[in-house]
């Protein structure tokens, strides 16, 4: 299972008591780190989230709205004394951009920080661990821009108690190749099929987060059948000249993209100052795209 | 009259609720700047404050508690439409670092940002506007650093309106004379005294910034007599060692300067997060100088 909380999820002109773009997903005990809007730390405090699980960060595009937070927040984890190794997946440029403030501020990072530099225009598989993995989504902004797509991996099979305690000659020895779904051989050759012993493990889930971008039909076969997509809808339908000439999206278009993906749910962000009610553009959505929700700063989605 | 707001008065370490380094001084219907850390443009929306009453920008040094919240803020006044220019005061890199981060983003900043580089490690007049001027106080810290003294500038005579209507023959077209504090001569050569005309204007205010810096006693004839002193003490005197070691000052040290540059008030900051109790601070520092208060977020000192 895997959790998503938006810290921040409006676009860049100021407002009071809301933030841009940052989010952290939950899995696998550990927290990815989804953009850095400016107070990302203030909000990863304020729901209080352990700062040492954040292992990997992935940065869409180097618009300030989307990574602002990220330097004072490398500070602080140095100033907490962290040691372990820290992974930042974004646009060239970025790294150049953290490491001038640092040698300015004649101050060492003391813990292994590693840049994974970004420049492809192709989907690419950028994380490989053990129970997920990360690729590159193309999007297409003002300047060069990702959105990740976030897989778990096969799980192994769960072991039915209740079954295997029929048989005392299964010893909990046998559990591992029973869990990656082999069958059990009994002394006197009988075999016990796998599916007799185990269940079936959750399907493992998904989540692909797009923003920004425009309109982008070309990324449909790699979020196909997502659990979850967040999808940018700067503007409504009404300003769609608008989003087209700023790059952005509006919450008809993000539907749609749902609706070809085949996305089981739909997340929409990154909204523009300019619409006092948001619930407007969930309502928009909905008629394309029923299962449809907005972000909202604290809010929290199950995948 | 001076009124200095508090945006965030403590040291880098991160916790909830409170801010690093920022303040803004009001001054001639004008907002100051002081210091820009991370979150303060929350803050000065959070207070009310109107960005565009900015003008003049002063950053002490490029330890990131002082400036990560400047590139936002600088952001947010392009995408407000500013046009005015803004003048920001800052030791040398603090241009190349902000110019980078618009370069990547690929963003023009649409309104004259202009920079004032500082590496001098002298005291400076640095601003001489109508009302008031500011120079540098060379501070000593891991860092290139610099306090800021800003002082008005003599005002004018108040017209004693009570003795003015004695005289008929005094019209309006003479007030700007008197309140420079020319006397009046009538038709027939009396001399009126300015003194009898006039009244003595308030006497101009000056505050004085310093933080961070280590215990530097060679300030004092720069800060002589000013109004408000705002110190940083980032430590207690039982941690002075550690204060020494990273450069900084203790409430009783900040204590020290204060008295002996006969300064009317002392205000401390940039707290170290060691301390629960921020108390402990001002008990330490009023057993030496007694007109001591303590910076808080929102807090309101008027000179």
Known sequence: MMKLHILGCHSATPRSLVFPSSQVLEIDNELILIDAGEGMQ??????????????????????????????????????????????????????????????????????????????????????????????????????????????????????????????????TWAYHNLKVGKDFVTENGTIIPNVELTLAPLPPKSYAYCSDTIYKPDIIPLIKNVDLLYHEATFLEEHKELAKKTKHSTAKQAADIAKQAEVKKLVLGHFSSRYKDEEQFKIEAQSIFPNTDIAKEGKVFEI
């Open 42 to 171: 203030i909000q990863l405090r304020k729901y209080k989230h352990k700062f040492n699980k954040i292992k990997h960060i992935f940065i869409s595009h180097l618009h300030g709205d989307h990574f602002f937070g990220l330097v004072g927040f490398l500070s602080s984890l140095r100033l907490l004394g962290r040691e372990k190794e820290l992974h930042i997946f974004a646009p060239v440029g970025l790294k150049e951009i953290i490491e001038l403030q640092f040698k300015i501020a004649q101050t060492d990072i003391n813990y292994p920080l590693i840049f994974h530099e970004l420049s492809s225009h192709d989907s690419q598989n950028i994380l490989d661990e053990k129970k997920f993995k990360v690729d590159t989504i193309p999007l297409k902004h003002r300047i060069y821009a990702n959105g990740f797509l976030i897989r778990e991996k096969e799980k192994p099979r769960k072991l039915n108690m209740e079954s295997i305690q029929k048989y005392p000659e299964i010893e």
